[in-house]
């Protein structure tokens, strides 16, 4: 993405696991770190779906490049919040400077957002359990805006914290392991976001919560709207 990529909209693809065919060329075509991670799951399930949703990235990365999927090589930067090696996934070697990218999936949907900038995007299936007790973990505005609301309001609201949070922070590339719940994302506009990343919600499929996040500010209004 050149001459004005920056600027343009990011392309965000969604996808069904259960209507995604994985023949042995596409699963050769995982790097052994991606091998390894889906080998790591117990229950096939959970296998299957973490290689769809890897064979997919690659998929919509290769329309980008006008490359074979199994050619895309991936690193990781830096994290600018502590220096270590777990930062933003990256395209390795000369396409390390773009197209940015980012990958979720949860249930059996997967979301990819492809960009000229750095991009975060999330998604999560709405949980039939409860989820109040993650209100220790979230920003104290955040909290009492979730709280003061009656279920099954509170119940999405806790979601909806959930995906701004984390897509706020791929999009900065520090991951969730450093504070999903530092800044806000509930209520109104939020200047600078996490890591100067702000976010706004995405339409999901029926059933899912979705948010993305950009460097700056997003247009559709950043972190707003109802709590």
Sequence with gaps: MTGGAADRAPAVSWFDVREVTLGPA??????????ARAAAFTFPAD??????????LRRVLASHLGTGPAGIAFARQRCPACGGPSGRPVLAGPAGGGPFFS???????VAIAVAGRPVGIDVEQDATRCVCALAGVMHPGDA???????????????IRWWVRAEAALKCAGTGITHGMGAFPVLGGPVPGGAWGCSVAALPAPRG??????????????????EP
């Design 47 to 56: 296998r299957r779906a973490y290689q769809a949703a890897h064979v997919l």
């Design 103 to 109: 990958l979720a999936h949860s249930g059996d949907m």
């Design 208 to 225: 899912y919560q979705a948010a993305l996040a950009l460097p700056g500010v997003v247009s559709q209004g950043t972190g707003g709207g």
């Design 26 to 35: 596409d699963l050769a075509g995982l790097d052994p770190r991606e091998r």
């Design 144 to 158: 009492a805006l979730a709280g003061a609301l009656p279920e099954p309001r509170r119940h999405a609201a806790v």
